[in-house]
């Protein structure tokens, strides 16, 4: 657009200055303004669009197997938290990444587009699972319980529920992580873009310290682990740690050691920290937050962690990770009656395989057709092999 606005111009300095070419000029220039009007809508209805990484979805894969694993086994593996730290991280990371390049590249953000994109991403896939719930409830005689736990799933405000205890949150106490993201992205957005550019890394800095210190601050007031669990200013500092990793990556040189650190880091969280209100696992919270944020690095540079992480099987189960964080907790808990002290391992094993079954049905069926609709919001004629990234 702005070459043809400059060759307007110019050819407006060469041609020789005539009555006729005098009364043309407005024509000139009315053509210069036009240009330029439709470059200011071009700029703010711009699809920013990324590269697909399928590392990324092997991350998730990780995540997701993380928490499967702790639930499947009832706390046996305590560190169900570090594949939730995980999946946040990765969140603010991906997020930031999107947001930054559309309002470096735009001078804006639109909002409006954001949020309807963050609904269909993931409104759709929960309200199935919600309708489950439900369902279940109606045959198993629990339906007061479930209508109120649906209710705080379904409004993004589980994680307020668990951590004040609020009311009930029957089978879907787990959506307490999705209300912090849901959160997140209502709040973010709006920071980023009443941030001078120069502030953002301060900023974010900032709101890390603040928040740390406030986790640490209400564990020696005797604050109970749920609510530091479940607190948005108590947990949010993991996305944060995501929105800086996006700014700063760059500047990040890869070292060969870094992700066996990160991955010893997080495994040892993992099989050795419960959480609760102590030092030790406020520690190791913020230390498992800085090992994701290193394995994420990683996984977007060449090395061995890219390489592994893009295993095919790795990249399928990644997709299929938000409907096997959303079914196989809530069937775990919903079925719990038909748990026996002599069919533990029959009972886990046939919630795996019905959630793994659900979860690909959800994303054949429900999420790749919200996702489809999402990616045309906004969409304008391109070319190249640039796909949107996932987030």
């Known amino acids: 657009?702005?070459?043809?606005?400059?060759?307007?111009?110019?050819?407006?300095?060469?041609?020789?200055?005539?009555?006729?070419?005098?009364?043309?000029?407005?024509s000139v220039v009315a053509l210069r303004d036009e240009i330029s009007a439709r470059e200011i809508k071009c700029r703010l209805t711009k699809k920013v669009s990324m590269r697909y990484s399928p590392s990324l979805d092997g991350l998730r894969a990780v995540a997701v197997a993380l928490v499967m694993a702790s639930h499947f086994t009832w706390g046996r593996l305590p560190g169900g938290w570090v594949g939730v730290t995980l999946f946040f991280v990765l969140s603010g990371y991906l997020i930031t990444k999107i947001l930054v390049q559309e309002l470096d590249s735009t001078g804006t953000l639109n909002l409006q587009r954001f949020y309807l994109k963050r609904f269909l991403r993931l409104s759709p896939a929960l309200a199935l699972v919600l309708a489950a719930s439900l369902v279940i409830a109606i045959l198993t005689a629990k339906l007061d319980s479930a209508v109120e736990a649906a209710l705080f799933a379904g409004s993004y405000t589980m994680n307020f529920n668990r951590a004040f205890g609020l009311g009930e949150e029957g089978a879907l106490g787990h959506t307490w992580s999705l209300a912090i993201e849901e959160q997140f992205y209502l709040l973010w957005p709006l920071m980023l873009l009443f941030v001078v550019k120069r502030r953002r890394i301060r900023l974010l800095l900032t709101a890390i310290s603040i928040i740390v210190a406030w986790r640490f601050y209400l564990i020696v007031d005797g604050a109970e682990v749920q609510r530091i669990y479940n607190g948005f200013d108590t947990r949010a500092d993991a996305l944060l740690v995501g929105c800086l990793l996006a700014l700063v990556e760059k500047s990040i040189p890869y070292r060969a050691w870094m992700p066996y650190v990160a991955i010893v880091t997080l495994f040892g969280c993992y099989i050795a920290l419960k959480a609760d209100a102590s030092f030790i696992w406020?520690?190791?919270?913020?230390?498992?937050?800085?090992?994701?944020?290193?394995?994420?690095k990683c996984t977007v540079v060449d090395g061995w962690a890219r390489v592994f992480l893009t295993f095919k099987p790795f990249v399928f189960?990644?997709?299929?990770?938000?409907?096997?964080?959303?079914?196989?907790?809530?069937?775990?808990?919903?079925?719990?009656?038909?748990q026996q002290d002599d069919n533990r391992v029959l009972y886990?094993?046939?919630?795996?395989?019905v959630s793994i079954g659900l979860a690909i049905a959800s994303y054949f069926l429900v999420e790749l057709p919200f996702n489809k609709l999402?990616?045309?919001?906004?969409?304008?004629?391109?070319?190249?092999?640039?796909?949107?990234?996932p987030a």
């Open 282 to 296: 406020a520690g190791g919270l913020f230390a498992a937050t800085l090992a994701s944020a290193a394995l994420i």
């Open 1 to 26: 657009m702005a070459p043809l606005s400059r060759r307007a111009g110019r050819l407006a300095d060469m041609c020789p200055k005539t009555d006729q070419s005098l009364r043309d000029d407005h």
């Open 317 to 338: 189960v990644g997709k299929l990770s938000y409907g096997l964080y959303l079914w196989h907790y809530m069937l775990l808990i919903s079925a719990i009656r038909f």
């Open 374 to 389: 999402k990616d045309r919001i906004g969409r304008r004629p391109r070319t190249g092999a640039a796909a949107e990234l």
């Open 348 to 353: 886990v094993t046939a919630v795996a395989v």
